[in-house]
């Protein structure tokens, strides 16, 4: 029957599994980017790597449905990577973080671990000092608090009780504050691999103020080129 939808689309849709249309061939030589929405998604993700497609859609205002089409066409044009982390994917700028960077970035995505964070870096603290100084029960961080440590983002003497910022935490830190002209390199070749003939104007701090190529005149994008979370945990 004309119009009737396949079985196996029926059934993505029922489980609330995206169902992505088919994404045609670009012409050769025009970026993907020259889409507002896709240049949103883009710079997003760039300034937060290990985002997953809900809290992005959440973030961005934009249904899951069509977010997943432009994801998937940023995707295939080669600019965002999806890699499956536990229940999730994480996304990011393709070349922009390695794998293990991407599993801990991905958990500091998550509010209540950054904020723990932010506590453990003004002093080492326990459990129970945690969760009142972030006014939450402490059996609701013991999974967050559970991860981080895996990670080595927080760690923990065994002879003490308190917690403080682990030495992955500080690697982190640094590999960030010593790699941001690697970094630039690399956004700036991606853009142009893309055909947009990207221009520096000027920067400020980790931000940088871009001109690429319009659809019919050069226009300006700011792009973060350090994580907002690595940002914020770095002050």
Known sequence: MAGKP???????????EPVLPDVSPRLPGVSVLLNERRRKVFLTVLDRPGIHLRELARSLDIPLQSLS????ILRKAGLLASTRLGKFSALSVSGQVHTEMLRDLALLDVVKNAAIIRVLQRRARSRSQVSGDLKVYPQALDPSLRSLFVRGLIARDPGRVEFEIGARMKEILVEFRDSTSGREERLFELLARDGLQPA???????????????????IRLSAQIVPHVVRVLGR
């Open 6 to 16: 396949r079985v196996g689309s029926a059934f993505r849709r029922a489980v609330g």
């Open 69 to 72: 089409w432009h994801v998937e």
């Open 200 to 218: 520096l104007l000027g920067r400020d701090g980790t931000k940088l103020e871009i001109e690429v190529n319009g659809a019919r005149k050069r």
